[in-house]
């Protein structure tokens, strides 16, 4: 019987890891729900160890494109069509290979006995934990159709802010490439053309400016170890993935990027949303309170956000109420607890939070409407100040002994 390497969360929303003996993935992955664990990826342990699974190619598949198998597979369980057929429908008429593969693993999951979340789990490269959290929440709620309906709207929503984003942007990053690839090779190649000029100065007693000596010293460094600054990225690249997937990392970088003037705001914003909206739509469709909080917990996107849910829904069995233990975290704006708080005695926390999710929504359009309009001239700054730099350093010299001459 093989064993199986699992990355799954406790129902306090803890990561945990380690191997469980199955036949099959499908039979892990009951094993893991019977454990009240919730997976995040399962593969085969003896895949893993010889490196397969690093090396495995799985096609890119765009949200859009998950947005519309949600879309499809609601209409067709809507109009009555079991699921294992609607998902060989969706897989064989899907234009994308990767997601024709995802759906027909997921309609073999299931074929097999296993859960739409359980199923969909096993393909983490293509739903994303806000995906199975609201599916999860449409299984146990008993609307499915509308979870299918509500995560297609929230990808596409993401897909059009990331698309505007992208667009914006994409001048001051062919502006920064570009930018810093030139000041590289003037670096590189360029500076080294006047090197028997500086050291024929250097011998006649005259110093060489500061700024000079440190351009002549990045670009020996260039000459000899540049070969190691794409290692390094990526090196580094590496070790910060790695480490942002321990529940340290990911605790510390959470606690960091709130920190981040603008950014900071944003990703606050963006958790604070996602929670309220996920929240908000399961209790509308009936869902307890305790099991909406540990779901919603699930797909805020921070750590701190997630822990201070997790302690509402142990405030809430202790009999106290939601709002205490989020207020005394401080991460929920005090307009917004005003708001909850209101709501919890009107018993209309699930429309006050809909409603809270669509405002934030439009307060962080605006925002990234403003960093992205900062970019640009702070690009055109930072590539004008690093060619002035390289300039600099070539000419003050030449400046300095006409003055000697003079």
Same mark, same amino acid.
């Given at each position: 019987m093989p064993d199986f390497a699992y990355t799954a969360k406790t129902l306090q929303g803890q990561?945990?890891? /380690?191997?469980?003996?199955?036949?099959?993935?499908?039979?892990? &992955?009951?094993? &893991?729900?019977?454990?009240?664990?919730?997976?995040?990826?399962? @593969?085969?342990? @003896?895949?893993? =160890? +010889? %490196? !397969?699974?690093?090396?495995?190619?799985?096609?890119?598949?765009k949200k859009d494109q998950v947005a519309d198998a949600c879309t499809q597979l609601a209409d067709l369980l809507s109009n009555g069509v079991p699921m294992l057929e609607a998902l060989q429908i969706l897989s064989d008429a899907s234009v994308n290979n990767g997601l024709k593969v995802a759906l027909k693993s997921v309609h073999d999951a299931m074929a097999e006995g296993a859960n739409l979340d359980q199923a969909m789990a096993a393909q983490p490269h293509v739903f994303s934990e806000l995906t199975l959290s609201m599916v999860r929440a449409g299984l146990e709620g008993a609307f499915l159709e509308e979870a299918l309906q509500r995560t297609a709207h929230f990808l596409r929503k993401q897909d059009e802010m990331r698309s505007k984003i992208l667009g914006? !942007?994409?001048?001051? !990053?062919? +502006?920064?490439?570009? %930018?810093?690839?030139?000041?590289? +090779?003037?670096i590189a190649f360029l500076v080294p053309k006047f090197q028997p000029f500086f050291d024929r100065l250097e011998q006649s007693g005259a110093g060489l400016p500061l700024v000079t000596v440190i351009l002549l010293a990045m670009s020996h460094i260039m000459l000899k170890w540049g070969w190691l600054i794409p290692v390094v990225i990526f090196g580094i690249g590496f070790g910060i993935s790695k480490w942002l997937?321990?529940?340290? /990392?990911?605790?510390?970088?959470?606690?960091?990027? +709130?920190?981040?003037?603008?950014?900071? #705001?944003i990703f606050h914003d963006a958790a604070v949303s996602r929670a309220c909206r996920i929240l908000g739509t399961m209790l509308r469709n009936g869902v307890p309170l305790l099991k909406s909080l540990r779901i919603s917990s699930e797909s805020t996107g921070n750590k701190l956000l997630e822990q201070a849910m997790l302690a509402s829904a142990e405030n809430? $069995? #202790?009999?106290? $109420?939601? =709002?205490?233990? !989020?207020?005394?975290? /401080?991460?929920?704006?005090?307009?917004?607890?005003?708001?909850i708080r209101i709501a919890e005695e009107s018993n209309t926390l699930d429309e006050v939070l809909v409603k809270i999710a669509d405002r934030i929504d439009q307060r962080i359009e605006r925002r990234l409407e403003v960093l992205v309009r900062m970019i640009e001239p702070l690009m055109l700054v930072l590539i004008g100040g690093m060619v002035m730099f390289v300039i600099v350093g070539v000419l003050l010299p030449v400046f300095d002994l006409n003055s000697t001459v003079n």
């Open positions: 990561r945990t890891e /380690g191997t469980i003996s199955a036949t099959t993935r499908i039979e892990a &992955l009951q094993r &893991l729900r019977q454990r009240s664990l919730f997976p995040l990826t399962v @593969t085969d342990s @003896t895949k893993k =160890s +010889l %490196g !397969l699974e690093r090396w495995e190619f799985k096609p890119r598949v914006a !942007l994409t001048y001051p !990053l062919i +502006l920064g490439f570009v %930018g810093t690839i030139i000041t590289g +090779l003037m997937k321990t529940d340290f /990392g990911r605790m510390t970088f959470d606690r960091f990027i +709130l920190k981040v003037p603008v950014l900071g #705001s809430i $069995t #202790s009999g106290d $109420t939601l =709002s205490k233990p !989020l207020a005394a975290s /401080g991460l929920i704006p005090p307009q917004v607890m005003a708001m």
